[in-house]
């Protein structure tokens, strides 16, 4: 008989989600089951906490709700009716729908759509893109977050992983913007906290106060999509009242000369009728973000969510090296620190069996892709979803699903839940957890590389998204070593273990204590751009981005490792502000018709669109509400709990109002993550948020909305 010991074990793993934190956790096991799921005390930037979502994680892991075998429909598409079958029949099935599609219409006419469900460097963004790759499937441009940004970053400053967010306890001065890290970066808070309690002063930029607007000493509040121009205001006063860091200007950039001219059409009292912010709050901001260093700003992924995102991530990253903020440990900026993670990207994605021309398809698209809207030759005949929810988290919701109720598209939905999309489903494949699977993990939020063990056996007859793609790869006929290995032989091929940033972090190492830090110096010395060090073509932070001369692009990291680029839109080489899509200037009469801006930021509940099922964190999260600013809910007769609908052209959903000053006026805030299924009208606020394109990368225009809110019917017909 087993002693207490060995049936009792604490296996070290870490969160799964798509969350700058990237949380190291204990999992306490009893006779093979999980019984607690908690943080590691010992990791340096987590500290043993575990956020809302996943302190009770276990809970996810044996939720009733839990899909544990695959099914097949059986009633009309979206009804949620299906039936079990067995892996043999799913994966029979698939072969045989995808070899008809394939032989009449061929591979492209397979679509698949996958992101951040999963974030593990096996099971996360590219488990799929060699398949794809060899299927020849329609290559999927995934660029939902962070794409704007990473294409403006690496113009500006190159593949850096910028300042050391523990460094940040050494700042002096620090600004967030558009980052509410209480609600969606909880552990960075620490390390701002005590730059706080040693006298650092706190900054947050952001149109509505946010739980971390609360906690700064000067909250800002901005028009959506206006930072551009709020940037570029403060070089105008930096440059214009003198406090550049010449020398460090002189060393370490280009395109100085030019960056003054362009900065000098944005003074401040034009800055203030863009923004919303007194001309007197600009002046001010920028002598004491200039004067007061080490300076950093730490940029959320909200930034980049309208028209002109791309070049507000230029126009902000030309900050630091203006002011000479990278001199000092704490200062600097702070995007992605995932670029410091030696990642061997083409071993996932294996972009080498790509075939040339393959078509590549933008996931905001999806929707005029599923309708038709989209001219598509050939069209999509077929759609793998994993590691996503299309029908919560992608805009134009009513066409995608219209889309996914077409009966000649064959859908697949590889899901731990039965979501919103899986409800659309032929066929649904039973994924697991992370307490299920091994995996990698990096983090775009510190600098502890980290390793998944699976802690317990997987559920019924789930598997992981590795193993998904080994059944795959074997029922159509691929041999290749890709699909032979174990996961731990996956993670051993996945990173470049002689970097230097790897030096004495071993497979070994990292099962017994779980993670380690990536060696890129301490917290107390790391100034990774005190000397320049660029990791641009120049080597020097780019005013003038000599990348621009290549047009707008997209990184191979969210097209699967496809490099073509088909666009080739120009791009201003220099940082500038571009209107809104939508907005009074730039369409008077939408303008007239919807005047508000609503934005939909992260709940501080859900993980986009992960935990919207469940219980603990929908009481959490309370019913899907949207804040208005008083002066908009008196002019529409709205009051404090009132049911509002909340619309424009591209459709409507229905919440509850929370009239509030902590919005500004013209603008409303509806969290993002609630379920269709679970909402009061079958729709959520991607319902009314638009597919076009930022500026750069593709990225999303979430915040580039106009709608009206309204007392909702069923409120008036109760009358
Ligand atoms: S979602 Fe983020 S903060 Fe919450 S446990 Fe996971 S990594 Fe930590």
């Keep these: 008989m087993a002693s207490a010991s060995e049936r009792r074990k604490v296996v070290r793993a870490a969160c799964p989600h798509d969350c700058p934190d990237t949380c190291a956790m204990l999992v306490t096991v009893e006779d093979g089951r999980a019984v607690d799921v908690r943080g590691d005390p010992e ?6 906490g575990l956020c809302v979502k996943v302190n009770n994680y276990e809970q996810r892991v044996y939720s009733p709700e839990r899909l544990l075998y695959p099914l097949k429909r059986s009633g009309p598409k979206g009804s949620g009716q299906f039936e079990r079958i067995g892996w043999h029949e799913a994966m029979d099935t698939i072969r045989r729908r995808w070899t008809e599609i394939i032989d009449q219409f061929g591979a492209t006419a397979i679509l698949p759509y996958s992101y951040l469900g999963t974030e593990g460097i096996l099971n996360g963004l590219n488990v799929g893109d060699a398949f794809f790759n060899k299927l020849g499937a329609t290559i999927s441009e995934r660029t939902f977050c962070d794409s704007g940004s990473c294409t403006a970053y690496f113009m500006t400053i190159g593949p850096s992983p910028g300042m050391d967010p523990e460094s940040f306890k050494h700042s002096k001065y620090i600004i967030l913007w558009a980052c509410n890290t209480i609600s969606t970066n909880l552990h960075h808070w620490p390390f701002i906290a005590e730059a706080k309690n040693k006298g650092a002063k706190l900054v947050v930029i952001d149109p509505f106060k946010t739980r971390t607007a609360r906690e700064a000493d000067w909250h800002i509040p901005i028009r959506p999509g206006a930072d551009a121009a709020l940037a570029l205001g403060l070089m105008n006063v930096i440059i214009g009242e003198d406090l550049v860091d010449h020398d460090y200007v002189q060393n370490y950039t280009t395109g100085f ?15 203030a009728k863009i923004t919303g912010i007194p001309a007197q709050d600009i002046r001010t901001l920028a002598r004491e973000y200039a004067t007061i260093q080490p300076s950093v700003i730490r940029i959320g992924v909200a930034i980049e969510r309208h ?65 038709g809207e989209e001219p598509l030759d050939p069209p999509i005949k077929s759609l793998f979803v994993y590691n ?45 957890t992370q307490l299920e699977q091994f995996d990698l993990m990096f983090s775009w939020g510190h600098l502890y590389l980290s390793l998944n063990q699976p802690a317990i056996a997987p559920l019924g007859e789930s598997v992981s998204n590795t193993e998904l793609f080994r059944r795959l790869a074997r029922t159509m006929g691929f041999d290749e070593r890709q699909w032979q290995r174990s996961d731990e032989e996956m993670a051993v091929d996945a990173l470049d273990w002689a970097n230097p940033a790897l030096q004495g972090i071993t ?12 060696n890129v110096g301490t917290p107390e010395t790391y100034a990774p751009h005190a000397n320049g060090n660029f990791l641009t073509p120049s080597g020097k932070c780019e005013f003038k981005a000599s990348m621009a001369a290549g047009g707008n692009f997209v990184l191979p990291l969210f097209r699967q490792g496809s490099n073509e680029f088909q666009a080739g839109e120009p791009v201003d080489p220099l940082p500038t502000y571009v209107l809104p899509n939508e907005s009074l200037a730039t369409n008077a009469r939408l303008a007239a018709k919807y005047p508000l801006n609503i934005i939909s930021p992260k709940s501080h509940a859900f993980l986009n669109s992960s935990y919207g099922n469940l219980p603990g964190q929908l009481h959490h999260a309370g019913e899907q509400f949207v804040l208005v600013n008083p002066k908009d809910a008196l002019a529409r007769n709205v009051g404090e709990g009132s049911p509002v609908r909340i619309f424009n052209d591209r459709g409507s959903f229905e919440a509850i109002a929370k009239v509030s000053s902590d919005v500004m006026p013209g603008v409303v805030v509806a969290p993002l993550g609630y379920w269709r299924s679970l909402s009061r009208t079958g729709a959520t606020v991607n319902a009314l948020n638009p597919s076009a394109f930022a500026d750069l990368g593709r990225a999303p225009t979430f915040s580039d909305t106009l709608v009206e809110v309204a007392i909702a019917e069923s409120a008036i017909a109760a009358e």
């Design 388 to 432: 996503s929810n299309p029908a919560i988290v992608v805009p134009e919701q009513e066409k995608i699903i219209q889309g996914l109720k077409r009966e000649d598209i064959f859908t697949v939905v590889s899901e731990q839940f039965l979501t919103d999309t899986a409800r659309y489903a032929d066929i649904v494949l039973p994924a697991t």
């Design 43 to 48: 990791h340096p930037f987590t500290r043993g």
């Design 257 to 271: 000369d030019e960056l003054k001219e362009r900065v000098s059409a944005y003074p401040p009292e034009m800055v």
């Design 507 to 518: 497979m070994d190492l990292l099962k017994e204590k779980g993670w380690a830090r990536l």
């Design 307 to 371: 028209a002109n995102g791309g070049q507000t991530v230029r126009a902000a990253a030309c900050l630091p090296a203006l002011v000479g903020a990278w001199r000092r440990v704490g200062g600097g900026m702070l995007q992605l620190p995932i670029w410091a993670f030696p990642v061997k990207w083409e071993n996932l994605m294996r972009p080498d069996w790509i075939k040339p021309g393959t078509r590549v398809l933008n996931q905001w698209r999806l929707g005029p892709a599923l309708t």
